[in-house]
C-alpha cells in the first residue's frame, strides 16, 4: 500500500487542504510556520503513529464559518472534526487480499468530545438487501 494523495482539514494551521499529491519522493518546501511539519504530523495520525494533542486541532476551522478566527456565542453548538484522509494505491496481492481491483481511501477523523475512528471509504449500495450480495444464494 502506497500513499498518494492527502486531504487534512482543521489540523494545526491545514484548515481545508485538500488533494495534495505524494510521490515516491515528495518535497515539501515553504516559509517557517507554513504548514511542513504540520502535513508530516497528520500522516502520522492518518497512520495511526502519533495521536492528537489538543494543540493539534486547528483554532480557526475554516472548514466551520461560525468558528473562524474569533470566537463567538455559538461556538459550543457544533465540536470541530479534524480530518486527514489519504488514498492509497494497492499492490496487486492486497488488491487480491482485500478482494478490490483499485485503490482505497482512508480517514481517520477526531470530533470533540468524541474521540477518534478510522474509516475506510467504499461505495456501498443504497439498497440494504444488495449489501453483501455475494453471500445470498439464488433459487432458481
Avoid: Y
Amino acid at each position: 500500500m502506497r500513499l498518494v494523495e492527502l486531504s487534512v482539514t482543521n489540523f494545526r494551521s491545514l484548515g481545508d487542504v485538500q488533494g495534495i499529491p505524494i510521490h515516491k519522493q515528495t518535497i515539501l518546501t515553504g516559509h517557517n510556520d507554513c504548514g511542513k511539519t504540520a502535513t508530516l504530523d497528520a500522516i502520522a495520525f492518518l497512520l495511526g503513529e502519533r495521536p492528537l494533542a489538543d494543540s493539534d486541532i486547528s483554532q480557526f476551522a475554516e472548514s466551520e464559518p461560525a468558528r473562524a478566527a474569533l470566537p463567538s456565542d455559538d461556538d459550543a453548538a457544533e465540536p470541530i472534526a479534524v480530518t486527514v484522509e489519504g488514498r492509497f494505491d494497492l499492490s496487486d496481492a492486497e488488491k487480491q487480499a482485500l478482494g478490490l481491483s483499485s485503490s482505497i481511501q482512508v480517514r481517520r477523523r477526531h470530533v470533540e468530545g468524541e474521540g477518534v475512528c478510522l474509516e475506510w471509504l467504499a461505495q456501498v449500495p443504497q439498497n440494504p438487501a444488495l449489501r453483501n450480495i455475494s453471500s445470498l444464494s439464488a433459487c432458481f
